[in-house]
């Protein structure tokens, strides 16, 4: 019997459900699969309170600043033919769990020559974390077979609000004005499509067109304009993250104050500043279809 190992990190269980939902069929297909999640020594609050702790996430995230993370048990790892990530982006960056565990001694162990997948379950920006990943899964010496990415599709400035009142308030549902937060149910039931080229890759010990077959079933979602604001936003991330370690190191009130001003810095940036980049992208993707097509490719490959 051929076996898959899935390793993930969750807070509400929603990468949880994606994964179910994508391996569904694992019986049928006479696919046997382990899970392990991934936990940390200390875990992160859900709903995050008080909502100081969301931010204070912030430059660990940017930076994949490790925590203590508890050890994997895996039993021989030989036997399995596929590993699945199931991850979730902080802060345009890897979970800070998600790149805690890539950086251990167990992933080495675990993905070392082995086909590798990822699987996310993100708002709407996740291709300057997948950059991270595809590096550190490379270093642990995983060989990156294939990658599924689950979004909130609803417009940037809707999803924010809905995803604020998610994972601070803890209220996932749709209210009287806004949509349910998060990756659609839909979308997560309408996974289990991924399974087929993913099981059939296994049973033939056969990689090579997983990816080209899951793009063909739209695994992938990319919106330019989006993606180019993520890209531009990464850099801007950095210089704050970095402002943040050097200037808060030691001084934790500091810290504080410097994380406050981030907080207001994101919310002016996400709705004064980013239409205005959006409209500017959309114009560049009118007028310049083949370097859009060119770029989009470029980070939808693996
Ligand atoms: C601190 C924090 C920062 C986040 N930043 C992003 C982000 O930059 N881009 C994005 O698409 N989603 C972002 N999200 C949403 C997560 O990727 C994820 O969809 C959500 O937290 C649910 O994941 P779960 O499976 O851990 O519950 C963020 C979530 C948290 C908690």
Request: glycine residues 4%.
């Amino acid at each position: 019997m051929k076996k898959i190992l899935v390793i993930y990190y969750t807070q509400s269980g929603q990468i949880k459900d994606i994964l179910n939902a994508v391996l569904k069929n694992a019986e049928l297909n006479s696919v046997d699969i382990d899970y392990l999640k991934i936990e940390p020594e200390q875990d992160y609050p859900f709903p995050w309170q008080p909502s100081s702790t969301f931010y204070d996430v912030f430059p660990e995230s940017v930076k994949s600043i490790d925590i203590p993370i508890k050890a994997l048990n895996v039993n021989n790892s030989e036997q399995y033919d596929l590993v699945i990530l199931g991850l979730q982006v902080w802060y345009l960056s890897p979970s800070v769990p998600i790149s805690s565990f890539l950086k251990s001694e167990d992933a080495k162990n675990i993905f070392k020559n082995k086909p590798v997948m990822t699987v996310y379950g993100t708002r709407n920006m996740w291709v300057s974390a997948n950059k991270v990943v595809k590096n550190l899964i490379k270093k642990a010496g995983g060989n990156l077979v294939g990658n599924i990415v689950l979004s909130d599709k609803h417009h940037n400035l809707i999803s924010v609000i809905t995803i604020v009142r998610w994972l601070i308030n803890g209220k996932k549902e749709a209210s009287k004005y806004f949509p349910e937060a998060g990756v659609s149910s839909s979308d997560i039931k309408s996974a289990s499509k991924f399974g087929n080229p993913i099981f059939n890759s296994v049973k033939e010990t056969n990689f090579s067109n997983l990816q080209n077959e899951l793009l063909r079933l739209n695994a992938v979602h990319i919106d330019y304009h989006i993606m180019k604001t993520e890209l531009t936003g990464i850099r801007i991330f950095h210089i704050w993250a970095n402002l943040i370690l050097k200037k808060g190191k030691n001084n934790p009130k500091r810290r504080k104050r410097l994380l406050t001003l981030f907080s207001y810095y994101l919310f002016f940036v996400i709705y004064v500043v980013s239409p205005f980049a959006s409209l500017i992208f959309r114009i560049i993707k009118l007028i310049l279809p083949k370097k859009v097509k060119k770029e989009l490719i470029q980070h939808t490959s693996l």
